[in-house]
T-cell receptor, first 109, second 113 residues
Framework: GQNIDQPTEMTATEGAIVQINCTYQTSGFNGLFWYQQHAGEAPTFLSY??LDGLEEKGRFSSFLSRSKGYSYLLLKELQMKDSASYLC??????????WGAGTKLIIKP | NAGVTQTPKFRVLKTGQSMTLLCAQDMNHEYMYWYRQDPGMGLRLIHYSVGEGTTAKGEVPDGYNVSRLKKQNFLLGLESAAPSQTSVYFC????????????FGPGTRLLVL
């Protein structure tokens, strides 16, 4: 079966750095996405990785290792508004998105 | 440019009742999707469409039907609602040029009693 694992919840301090991990086992791979979802709102696109390595976009970076079936989202200089759930999703061989359950990130002052 | 909109935002149904959820997008996207999101679970694909007049089943299609008569609209129907269909329903769309990036509507919260 297809499976995406990410921690259920993480806590971090404002101004700090946090890394959210995602491991996957899917039938084929055509890219990995990270989405942000604030409580009661829709998911919004953060990043897309299809090749190994690090993609940096402002305070957010996303890393991919296809051989290890592993990705992480790195958030720097945390702000209170970063409190949200972060969803990892993999595009499988049929170009269907397989979603993880999401990681709820709590930011404390 | 409203992006993806959904109607209604919230609805309460009794078991056995039927309803239709409407999704509209103004980005001229080819692909449209219906998901449900339940606590502790990832988004699950119900049905999707790769173009006007076409639909296909996703991971959890039972109890739902869809139609895509116009490119900009994607309707999700519940023929006979069950408490197990209590969920938050999200519609999403994506374009041919950027097939993979999906843009989501604000969601419809459905409670089936």
């Amino acid at each position: 079966g297809q499976n995406i694992d990410q921690p259920t919840e993480m806590t971090a301090t404002e101004g700090a750095i946090v890394q959210i991990n995602c491991t996957y086992q899917t039938s084929g791979f055509n890219g990995l996405f990270w989405y942000q979802q604030h409580a009661g709102e829709a998911p919004t696109f953060l990043s897309y990785n299809v090749l190994d390595g690090l993609e940096e976009k402002g305070r957010f970076s996303s890393f991919l290792s296809r051989s290890k079936g592993y990705s992480y989202l790195l958030l720097k200089e945390l702000q209170m508004k970063d409190s949200a759930s972060y969803l990892c999703a993999v595009l499988d061989s049929n170009y269907q998105l397989i979603w993880g359950a999401g990681t709820k990130l709590i930011i404390k002052p | 440019n409203a992006g993806v909109t959904q109607t209604p935002k919230f609805r309460v149904l009794k078991t056995g009742q039927s309803m239709t959820l409407l999704c509209a997008q103004d980005m001229n996207h080819e692909y449209m999707y219906w998901y449900r999101q339940d606590p502790g679970m990832g988004l699950r694909l119900i049905h999707y469409s790769v173009g006007e007049g076409t639909t296909a089943k996703g991971e959890v299609p039972d109890g739902y039907n869809v139609s895509r008569l116009k490119k900009q609209n994607f309707l999700l129907g519940l023929e006979s609602a069950a408490p197990s269909q209590t969920s938050v329903y999200f519609c999403a769309s994506s374009g041919l040029a950027e097939q993979e990036t999906q843009y989501f509507g604000p969601g419809t919260r459905l409670l089936v009693l």
